[in-house]
C-alpha cells in the first residue's frame, strides 16, 4: 500500500510539474503573411481546463510541441519570447509563437473551405498541438450509430432558436416557418467512450428576421444526442478530439466564428462545459 501512495504521489506532482496545453497550429485570420503559427488555446491544472486568453505565465509556452495522433513522431518547434507582453485587448487576437522553419510543418489541406471566419478560409486546417506528448490521446470517430429521428432532431433544432423569427434569406426577405423537411444531420461523430455528437443544418437559406450582421440560423448547429438532444453551439467547425489530460474522458475542439468573433472552443465529454479562446476585431 505504501509502494502504492507513494507512485500516486509522484504521478500527482509529476503532473503539476508538466501541466498540459493545447494549441492550435493555424493560418491566423486577416493577417497579410499567410505562414501558419502556433497559438497555445488551453491549460489543464488543479482547476480543469482553463483558457489561455488571459495570458499565462511563460512557463506555460514550450519550444517543442506534439502533433496530436501521431505517437510524439512528429513535432512543432517554436522560437519563445523573451516574456510576455503586457496584457492589452488585442493579445488574445495577436499572440503566438512564431515556428523555427515553416518548411518541415505538417500539411492539412482544407478543400472544402471551412474554418472560414472575419476573413477569408485557411488554406491549411487547423492541426492539434499539445505541449506534453500524451499516449492515451485517442480520436477514432466511430461509425453505424443508430439514426437520430427527424422530429426528434427538428425539435431540438426549433428550441435551440430560442424565439428567434425566421426569414428567408434573399433580396426581398419574408417571414417563413421552420418545417421538418428543413432541417438535416451535416456531420454526425460517435466516439468510443460513448460520445455522440450531431451537426445540424438546413436545407434552404434562412436568416433571424431583422438581423444584418450576417450571422445566419443556416450555420450548422451541434448538439451532443443522449436521452434528448443537447443543444452546445452554433457556428462551430470540428477539429479534433482526444484525451487530452489522460482522465478517460475525451475532450472536444471546435473552431469558433461568429460577428467580430473568432476562435476556439473546447468541450468535454463528461459535462459538456465549454471552454473558449476567442477574440474581436474592433
Known sequence: MFRSLMFSCLLVVHSMA???????????????????????????????????????????????????GTGGRDRVLVKLPVVMPEPDWPQDRDFFLQPNDASVLPVSPNPLQRYGGWCDPPANKP????????????????????????????????????????????????????????????????????????????????????????????????????????????????????DFNGDGQLEHIFWSSGYNRDGYVMFDSRSMKRTQFIWSYH
Not at 24 to 32: A, F, G, K
Not at 55 to 60: Q, T, Y
Not at 200 to 214: K, N, S
Request: charged share 25%.
Open 18 to 68: 508538466n501541466a498540459q496545453v493545447v494549441a492550435v497550429l493555424e493560418h491566423p485570420q486577416c493577417q497579410e503573411v499567410a505562414n501558419r503559427v502556433v497559438r497555445p488555446l488551453f491549460k489543464f491544472g488543479p482547476n480543469g481546463w482553463v483558457s489561455l486568453s488571459d495570458g499565462a505565465d511563460i512557463s506555460a509556452y514550450k519550444s517543442d510541441w506534439f502533433v496530436v
Open 127 to 242: 492541426i492539434l498541438l499539445l505541449s506534453e506528448d500524451q499516449a492515451m490521446v485517442d480520436s477514432s470517430i466511430l461509425s453505424g450509430g443508430k439514426s437520430v429521428p427527424k422530429k426528434a432532431i427538428h425539435e431540438a433544432f426549433q428550441k435551440s432558436l430560442s424565439r428567434i423569427k425566421l426569414c428567408t434569406l434573399s433580396e426581398t426577405p419574408r417571414p417563413t416557418k421552420l418545417r421538418l423537411s428543413d432541417t438535416v444531420v451535416q456531420q454526425d461523430l460517435s466516439f468510443a467512450d460513448g460520445t455522440r455528437l450531431i451537426a445540424v443544418g438546413l436545407r434552404r437559406p434562412m436568416d433571424e428576421c431583422g438581423d444584418d450582421r450576417g450571422d445566419g440560423v443556416s450555420e450548422p448547429r451541434w448538439f451532443v444526442v443522449g436521452k434528448k438532444m443537447r443543444f452546445i453551439g452554433a457556428s462551430l467547425d470540428y477539429i479534433q478530439s482526444g
